[in-house]
């Protein structure tokens, strides 16, 4: 059994990005076609994915700043969200046959959206906290890529387990509760960090940064105690002994407002772009879905349809590993975030038209764009928390403005499924595929047009800066 003794911290990170990957939203797209397959119709459907995203709409800036301010063990908080989020995604095993038990789905997807939440906001915030600003980028990196890995398994293992149980198909979902269970045993194996710098101020970057490279000098020794120690360690001051109650206060009062973070030009962009983007492509892979999948002749679901998802999310997941890969080589390497963003979001409008113009060629050309989406999905996913970390690191407003823009992105989702199914039942699958095609130039648009590029930027907060320098001269 592994302790946390025996591997290194960005293994365990690795590890548990791996068990919350198969907690995925890929999972969603079966549950939406196992509905359909029991009586649904896809208006109602549309409705039961749609509750998760508004109420993570709500929810998840608000994860987002208890994150940040929080004293509790974030380490805690990320095995509460995972466990709640498995077991209300596992609900749809006790929906019976026809259109009913609403009710159920509706409050699950509820629970699920509040939990889901605080997932994202825990991953970031330890990962800054244990790595600090300079390495932040490798090991979020390593998280995203590890995270496509386990949708990968997920979505193979949930193929598999349809295929075989079929026409029970609904044991599939068994794969989520399983998830959640190796995540939990795997979050104990984290380090908890740095708190303040968890959070998006300076704290003790260079000393994490010393750690990880392995210049780990005495005067660090119980910062990496104190940090780093068991599972039931829920400090919430800063962990050093260079950590002055001087630095400490002029870290408190670098942190900028929430007007200043919230209106800051890159903010307010990325947040509208992220939300174009999702409401142009939630939809689209359950259109997709739906077009290969198919019913048999009585009107039940394909014993092909599930593994079929299987197979389009497993294409789009390991094209997104790939993306993240040549992202990360290429951000090594000197691109800019900008470049690689818009890479990302030209994917969109090309694979709807694909989609379209093959929609009667067969189900290995449809299958086929799964590949633009997992180049878009890949470049998206890994630079997102680069950006937000170029915009907010100094200001202590990292994890709400994670959530923040998380937020604007899952409302985008939420509509997309929402309106966009609502479209199929009343116009047809290519009326929803088009519309999609058309929002999908006003991110591209915009994003160009507004967003500077942002490398290079990160901890420059002026008053940060200036605050934390008088302090290291006070102390």
């Known amino acids: ?21 198969e907690l995925g939203d890929g999972l969603n797209i079966f549950q939406g076609i196992y509905l359909v397959a029991l009586g649904w119709n896809e208006g109602s459907v549309g409705i039961a994915l749609s509750m998760m995203g508004f109420t993570a709409l709500l929810t998840q800036t608000i994860a ?43 409050v699950t997807k509820i629970i699920e959206g509040v ?16 790595f600090g600003p300079d390495s932040f980028d490798e090991v979020m990196a390593s998280n995203i890529l590890w995270g496509h890995v386990g949708s990968i398994v997920s979505a193979v293992l949930a193929g598999l387990t349809a295929w075989i149980t079929y026409p029970n198909i609904r044991y599939c979902f068994l794969v989520i509760i399983f998830s ?14 740095d708190v303040l710098m968890g959070r998006g101020l300076k704290g003790n970057s260079t000393k994490v940064a010393a750690v990880h490279s392995g210049d780990d000098g005495d005067d660090y020794t119980n910062m990496e105690v104190q940090g780093t120690t068991s599972w039931s360690s829920t400090q919430g001051n800063i962990a050093s002994p260079k950590c002055t109650s001087n630095s400490v206060a002029a870290e408190e009062n670098a942190i900028s407002s929430y007007w200043e973070i919230f209106s800051d030009r890159k903010t307010v962009v990325l947040c509208f772009t992220g939300f174009f983007f999702h409401f142009a492509n939630a939809n689209v892979l359950l259109v997709l879905g739906e077009l290969m999948g198919g019913d048999n002749e009585d009107g039940t679901t394909k014993r092909s349809a599930i593994p079929l998802i299987a197979g389009a999310i497993v294409l789009a997941q390991f094209t997104m590993s790939g993306a993240t890969l040549a992202g990360d080589r290429m951000t090594k390497g000197g691109w800019g975030r900008k470049p690689l963003f ?16 093959w929609k009667d060629a067969g189900e290995a050309w449809l299958l086929s764009t799964q590949i633009l989406d997992g180049v878009g999905g890949g470049f998206f996913g890994l630079l997102h928390p680069y950006l937000v970390a170029d915009i907010t690191f100094g200001s202590g407003r990292f994890n709400v403005i994670m959530g923040l823009t998380a937020s604007c992105f899952g409302l985008g989702g939420t ?24 929002l999908s130039v006003i991110p591209i648009v915009l994003f160009a047009l507004a967003m500077p590029e942002t490398a290079g930027s990160r901890g420059k907060n002026a008053k940060s800066a200036v605050l934390v320098e008088a302090a290291g001269v006070s102390a």
């Not at 959640?180 to 380090?191: M, Q, Y």
């Open 64 to 106: 987002g700043d208890i994150i940040d301010k929080t004293t509790f063990d974030r380490r805690k908080f990320l095995a509460m969200a995972a466990l709640m989020t498995a077991f209300s995604a596992s609900a749809i095993l006790f929906v019976q046959e026809g259109n009913v038990d609403h009710a159920l789905m509706y």
């Open 342 to 357: 818009m890479a990302g979001l030209l994917t969109l409008p090309l694979r709807c038209f694909l989609i379209i113009f």
């Open 180 to 193: 959640a269970l190796l995540a939990v045993v795997g979050v104990k194996l984290l380090p908890e960090g």
């Open 415 to 438: 509509l997309s499924n929402l309106l966009g199914q609502m479209v199929v039942e009343k116009y047809g699958h290519v009326a929803s595929l088009t519309g999609s095609m058309f």
């Open 1 to 21: 059994m592994f302790t946390r003794h025996t591997i290194t911290d960005k293994v365990a990170f690795a590890l548990v990005a791996f068990f919350l990957g």
């Open 115 to 130: 939990s889901s939440s605080f997932i994202g906001p825990c991953v970031a915030a330890l990962t800054l906290a244990s």
